[in-house]
């Protein structure tokens, strides 16, 4: 879209939306419902201007009783405002808004508390709509949340101006079409180049418009091949491009700069469209090409303004902020010297506050001059903008006899300048000066970038002022106050002498003072810092006196020191003013961080592995239930197949792919904490004993394994299959660490905790334990792969070579054995993994034995089986109803219900517990309120342990995968517990109400 262009965009863009093509308009739609979306807010409306004014364009979220049609002002005042404005509005609550804003009635029958909106501005600065999201709630507006909605406001213009060049397009298509007399009156007569290049790629028509580039008349064009007539550099490119479209028969757009022999370069958009030969090959292109320089440079100027204002903005003070503005000033118009005059104190005199200079150099003098010369209200330049309060353009400097600082800027070569109030309030507070060296480097809309600093220096001073009027005294009693939880230091502005301390200094650093040391001015500073220096192994780690001396004045400074000792101490100096602005010192803040920044790293590898976990149990559970009826009908095709058969080697292959991938759930599970351990006491001896063998097959002949149990170790209450499993995932990760050999080591011992320790899985409490150690002598591991080792699907092996979950199921065992785990490694020192786990003194060694289950799970009783995964529900129907069972099947509990009503027979309620509308706990609790004593058998791909309520030890609960056998089994043994089967002919009396 063309800057001259920009005041049709309503009319060109937004009617034919409206009236004539709905089907074009879902991209704005959908804009409007991400921003709901995005800023979490139950409505947003999209506006658009048309024909002048502001009409509803997109609404989401408006209740139905409340109409709100295409066409009608959404907001009222809202919008209006903004558009005018022409900047966001942020409004947390609107019932605080005074009766000026004139609020529409829709918005109280909406119940509207909270609106945030941005204007939809295109490059030339022109207010086309507004993006609104509003909440029937009170609330705060971020900062985050405005860049969405500006964001979102960008891609509603890029719409629009996609739809202005399709438009645009469009009539001319239609007007080449007609050919003849009309295309070429359009054609002669057009401001645009248009070109026709014929199949041989020469010029074969070309409108008078391309003599405004002044490169040669029409007439040398015609005839003439694009590498004749196009620049060298895009000779070739061009040429490419439109031999694509004449292959291809498909219209395109392509922008490009192209310099002018007047100098400089103007930036085109060139649209091609091939076109046939009365319906045969393609015989020529027509390009239209429009210059859209201004709207480019608009739109670059935007977006270099909006950049200098956030970088303002961000800087830490208002010293700061001005040397910020002046170098982004200087850097973006190309002048040469950059200065800021502020009121003094007296409120008498403009100082010049901040002065900048590019690169090129030379004009020291005349940045000393301005330094050094205050001005009154009626005095020089500065003094002539503080009176009239109106920006001053001069071209000539040296025609300005009130300029006092005339021949300095001459000396560097300065012509002319720019100068422009700030204001506070509506009060002048400061000055803006720009100096070039050269008239023609001067452009008029380099005035915006003015108008930006001004603006921004205007709001930074605004917060200066409010900052002062806070006194030194106050400022010192405030940072003593908020300093008396830590050690605390006070130096003077020459930092040779100390003006405060608490005894907290001398407790952090662990240093011995006496009595008078703690007074003011009793002590050096440089004593002090050489003190503290000498407590770290290497002096040079840490030099307090030269880090509070490089502090700047205008700036805080934080470092973080870690010492010998293991702790972390956290120093930062804050640089203190009087309320004139003149320097009184550093405040020095000393804190110990040890605990509290451990317990930040613990708390969020907690949370980290905690959300993975949760990820990786509901995995398994959906995975669970598709290995029930994989592992189940495998199981059923076995028993039909002959043992001749060609394919029973087949299904055997898929049985054991099931188990395998079922061994796989069980590692996600572990890891989660969502499989039950089966705990009992355990000797951790007995368990390296139990896999030595094992490990020694599976690690290789390459590597040594050697193991030293030291004996007496107390009995842990352990789950000995997975910790088992703990020990050989520990072996096979070193055995990747030593590719090519070496050796592995396996250690038990005892070991004793008077203090808490550091663990990965957090802090290990004092206590005993039995611990498992497990060394390499391999590779090693540098500090960000050791970071993340027990993160879930984490591998430094190729894609595909390794699932990521070994150590990841290791982690989740032992947090489930309220256990932890400690590593050490380096690159090239190999690695040593310490597991720890709680003993039990007075633990009994054996476990009680298991019952055994029922061999049959036959029987004659009515189960109603309820499953909402229709394959499960299938299978568990088959396998009982082939073992004499009837069964009613349901595929929620709504349906089940259903059934327990119309059938009185029933014996045994199977169901899942995890579906939709309502769980199987729900269910349970409304069938037994319907048939008392019935019995009842859960199932789930989650374990019990993971159901909370579910207690596995008091009701039948059975796990998915699960074979034919296991499920008979267990409906079986659940039946039997319930008591005997009753007589059939009790149940058809009931039926009948006898």
Aim: overall charge negative; proline content about 5%.
């Amino acid at each position: 879209m063309r800057a001259a262009d920009s005041s049709t965009l309503p009319l060109l863009t937004i009617d034919p939306l409206l009236g004539q093509r709905p089907q074009e308009v879902s991209v704005l739609d959908r804009i409007a419902r991400v921003a709901a979306t995005a800023l979490a807010t139950p409505s947003a409306v999209l506006s658009l201007v048309v024909d002048g004014e502001l009409k509803v364009w997109s609404v989401v979220g408006i209740p139905a009783h409340v109409a709100v049609p295409r066409g009608s002002v959404p907001n009222g005042g809202l919008c209006e405002r903004m558009r005018h404005r022409g900047e966001p509005l942020l409004l947390p609550d609107l019932r605080e808004l005074n009766a000026s804003w004139e609020l529409p009635p829709v918005l109280d029958e909406l119940g509207v508390r909270a609106y945030a909106g941005v204007p939809v501005t295109v490059a030339t600065g022109e207010v086309v709509g507004t993006l609104c999201v509003l909440d029937f709630v009170a609330r705060h507006w971020t900062e985050s949340q405005l860049s969405v909605l500006t964001d979102l406001a960008s891609l509603v213009v890029t719409e629009l101006e996609r739809e202005q060049h399709a438009a645009e397009a469009q009539r001319a298509r239609e007007a080449l079409a007609r050919r003849g007399d009309e295309f070429f009156t359009l054609a002669e007569h057009a401001p645009d180049v248009i070109v026709r290049f014929g199949s041989d790629l020469r010029v074969q028509y070309i409108n008078p418009a391309v003599e405004k580039l002044g490169a040669r008349p029409r007439d040398g064009y015609v005839g003439r091949l694009v590498s004749e007539i196009a620049p060298p550099a895009f000779a070739a490119w061009w040429d490419g491009i439109l031999q694509e479209a004449l292959a291809s028969g498909a219209g395109r757009s392509v922008e490009f700069d192209v310099a002018i022999p007047a100098g400089g370069s103007r930036r085109y958009h060139a649209l091609l469209t091939p076109e046939p030969a009365r319906g045969e090959a393609l015989a020529s292109v027509l390009v239209i090409f429009y210059d859209v320089s201004d709207r480019w440079r608009a739109g670059a100027l935007l977006r270099t303004l909006q950049s200098l204002s956030s970088a303002m903005a961000q800087a830490p003070t208002l010293a700061a902020a001005m040397r910020v503005a002046l170098d982004r000033s200087l850097a973006i118009t190309g002048w040469r010297v950059g200065l800021v005059w502020t009121l003094a104190d007296d409120g008498e005199r403009l100082v010049c506050a901040a002065a900048r200079a590019t690169s090129e150099g030379g004009c020291e003098a005349f940045i000393s001059d301005s330094m050094s010369r205050p001005v009154r209200r009626d005095e020089g330049l500065p003094g002539r903008i503080w009176e009239s309060g109106a920006p001053v353009l001069i071209r000539d400097l040296a025609t300005e006899d009130e300029f006092q600082r005339r021949e300095s800027a001459a000396a560097c070569g300065l012509l002319g300048g720019i100068l422009a109030p700030i204001f506070v309030d509506g009060a002048l507070v400061g000055v803006l000066e720009c100096y070039f060296d050269d008239a023609p480097r001067f452009e008029p809309e380099l005035l915006e970038v003015v108008a930006v600093v001004t603006a921004q220096l205007g709001v930074l001073m605004s917060r200066q002022q409010v900052q002062e009027r806070v006194s030194w005294q106050d400022s010192l009693l405030r940072s003593v106050a908020g300093a008396a939880p830590v050690g605390l230091l006070v130096v003077n502005d020459a930092l040779d002498e100390i003006l405060y301390s608490n005894g907290l200094l001398w407790t952090t650093w662990r240093l011995e003072a006496s009595g008078t040391e703690h007074a003011a001015g009793t002590l050096d500073f440089s004593t002090l810092a050489a003190r503290i220096r000498a407590r770290f192994d290497a002096p040079a780690e840490f030099d307090l006196h030269a880090f509070v001396a490089a502090t700047g004045d205008d700036s805080s400074r934080e470092r973080r020191v870690a010492l010998a000792d293991g702790r972390t101490i956290r120093v930062v100096v804050t640089p203190m003013r009087d309320e004139r602005g003149a320097s009184r010192g550093r405040l020095v803040l000393f804190e110990d961080i040890t605990v509290r920044a451990r317990a930040q790293r613990e708390m969020l590898q907690s949370q980290k592995m905690e959300a993975l976990g949760r990820m990786a149990g509901g995995v398994a559970h959906d995975f669970n239930n598709m290995l029930t009826a994989i592992t189940s009908y495998s199981e059923f095709v076995l028993e039909d197949l002959p043992e001749e058969s060609p394919i029973r080697a087949d299904v055997i292959e898929i049985k054991q792919a099931a188990g395998r991938a079922a061994e796989l759930t069980r590692q996600l599970l572990a890891f989660s904490r969502h499989r039950k351990a089966e705990q009992g006491p355990l000797q951790v001896n007995d368990v390296i004993a139990g896999v030595e063998q094992l490990i020694s097959r599976v690690i290789g002949a390459e590597i040594t394994v050697t193991t030293q149990l030291e004996s007496g170790i107390p009995v842990i209450i352990a789950d000995g299959a997975q910790l088992e499993q703990v020990v050989m995932n520990l072996a096979l990760n070193a055995r990747d660490a030593m590719p090519a050999g070496g050796t592995l080591r396996i250690d038990t011992l005892r070991r004793r905790l008077a203090l808490p320790h550091a663990g990965v899985l957090g802090e290990i409490a004092p206590g005993d334990y039995a611990c498992i150690v497990v060394r390499d002598s391999g590779v090693g591991m540098d500090e960000v792969t050791r970071s993340r080792i027990f993160e879930p699907f984490f591998t430094t092996k190729p894609v595909g070579q390794a699932t990521g979950l070994g150590l990841a199921t290791v982690y989740g065992i032992l947090r489930q054995h309220e256990g932890n785990i400690e590593v050490h490694s380096a690159p090239g020192a190999g690695s040593m993994f310490t597991a720890y786990l709680p003993v039990a003194e007075g633990a009994g060694p054996e476990v009680a034995p298991r019952p055994m289950r029922p061999a049959s799970g036959a029987g004659s009783e009515t189960i109603l089986l309820v499953e909402d995964e229709s394959s499960v529900r299938r299978l568990g129907r088959r396998v009982l109803e082939a073992r004499g069972y009837t069964v009613l099947e349901a595929a929620n509990a709504g349906e089940a219900l259903v059934l327990c009503e119309r059938h009185e027979a029933i014996d045994l309620l199977l169901t899942d517990v995890i579906m939709p509308m309502m769980n199987g706990r729900e269910l349970a609790e409304r069938v037994r309120a319907l048939r008392p004593g019935i019995a009842v058998m859960f199932m789930s791909g989650y374990t019990a342990t993971l159901l909370q309520d579910i207690d596995p030890e008091r009701e039948s609960f059975i796990a998915k995968p699960f074979s034919p056998d296991e499920l008979g089994r267990a409906v079986r043994a659940t039946l039997d517990a319930a008591g005997p089967v009753r007589d059939p002919e009790l149940r058809i009396r009931e039926l009948w109400g006898e």
